[in-house]
């Protein structure tokens, strides 16, 4: 039986078809972006690059989808490049271990679909003046740490995104600059900001003091950009 039977079943021979030929390119795939990754590529998604300049860390098994205890220490985009093509082996699937910073260019003119998964302030800044200016349709994940209810969970343009400390720190750092997204671009984000009751752990050198986060969270983030991906895609079905 046709792996993607049930996606046709649902969309359509010319919408599966436009699945398969469409590109996309996801930077982070860490607690939201691997969700993502995993929900295009079981959608019927032909074309996947995934960016993420990490190896797998032990903290990292509690919501992401390429961390066991099996692959601690391997880069994030090797494991899960290896798992999106079990899942289709014949999606053309690009690893780039490589972090999105401020300053560089990546062509995103060649993408029907870009998604923003990462962290840094002024990193996602960069990507979001980057790829609102580039033609393909963008999506990005505001903050997923620090939540518990589901229900919470909201899409919003990003200049109409509330109660999310990263998107406030985002708008403000981008009118401090005067420098604003060339077109509007929907956000995933919640509402919900809860106290972290445990004790601070070490995040490491360079990196900011991590928040507390659960894999359901994380998970519906994902897979919420992973549905408006797919709806623009087939918006003209």
């Given amino acids: 039986m046709n792996s993607f039977a049930r996606v046709e079943r649902l969309v359509g021979p010319d919408g599966l078809a436009k699945l398969g ?12 972006g691997g969700w993502c990754a995993e929900g295009l590529v079981r959608s019927g998604i032909g074309h996947l690059t995934i960016v993420d300049p990490d190896c797998v860390d032990e903290s990292n098994i509690n919501r992401q989808l390429p961390a066991t205890s099996s692959t601690v220490g391997l880069p994030k985009v090797e494991v899960l490049r290896e798992r999106l093509l079990d899942i289709n082996p014949s999606c053309e699937i690009s690893a780039i271990q490589k972090r999105y910073e401020a300053g560089t260019e990546w062509g995103l003119e060649g993408f029907d679909i870009i998604i923003d998964a990462i962290d840094s302030l002024k990193d996602k800044a960069a990507l979001i003046l980057e790829a609102s200016a580039a033609p393909g349709a963008f999506f990005s994940s505001m903050g997923a740490a620090c939540k518990m209810d589901p229900t919470k969970i909201r899409v919003a343009e990003f200049f109409s995104v509330r109660g999310c400390p990263l998107g406030s720190a985002l708008r403000k750092k981008l009118r401090r600059e005067n420098t604003l997204p060339a077109k509007p671009f929907l956000c995933v984000y919640d509402e919900e900001v809860l106290p972290n009751l445990g004790p601070e752990q070490d995040p490491g050198p360079g990196k900011a003091i991590a928040n507390g986060t659960l894999a359901p969270i994380t998970g519906i983030f994902g897979f919420t950009l992973c549905g408006l991906a797919l709806q623009e895609i087939l918006k003209d079905e």
């Fill in 21 to 32: 030929k469409a590109r996309v390119i996801l930077f982070g795939v860490g607690g939201v």
